[in-house]
């Protein structure tokens, strides 16, 4: 499998725990400097984006990725993409379209997910 494919997978992996509320995965997938800034400009340690989800507050509905573009530099590999997210953020549907970046760094158990950077693509 080429780094591509794999770390591909693992967003598709990370999107699909997002979706289906698998901590335990996320958990494995995020590493634990992980810096997650949000559209809106919010930060969140991994700790905080876990407790999030956990605590219902923000629940991801659906995440649908388009127009992926990986590179890779070493031990870190960036993908550049856009996303339509339909998430409940306290309780409120919200509808995300969003051009984002996501860094993943190989460690000695493997990629992990430690950062991501969201806009929001004007209407």
């Known amino acids: 499998m080429s780094i591509e494919q794999e770390i591909l997978g693992l967003e598709g ?4 725990a997002m979706t289906s509320g698998d901590f335990a995965a996320l958990e494995k997938l ?7 800034t949000h559209s809106n400009a919010l930060v969140d340690t991994k700790a905080s984006w876990l407790e999030s989800m956990r605590s219902g507050k923000v629940r991801y509905r659906s995440v649908a990725p388009g127009g992926q573009q990986l590179r ?3 031990d870190t590999a960036l993908v550049s993409a856009e996303a339509a997210i339909e998430a409940e953020v ?3 549907p919200r509808s995300l379209r969003l051009r984002y970046l996501a860094a993943w760094t190989r460690t000695p158990q493997g ?3 430690v950062a991501w950077q969201a806009t929001p693509i004007p209407a």
Do not use: I, N, S
Request: hydrophobic residues 45%; proline residues 0%; aromatic residues 24%.
């Open 72 to 74: 890779v530099f070493g």
């Open 90 to 92: 306290g309780g409120q």
């Open 30 to 36: 995020a590493h634990d400097q992980l810096v997650y």
């Open 111 to 113: 990629w992990k997910f």
């Open 13 to 16: 992996k990370r999107f699909a």
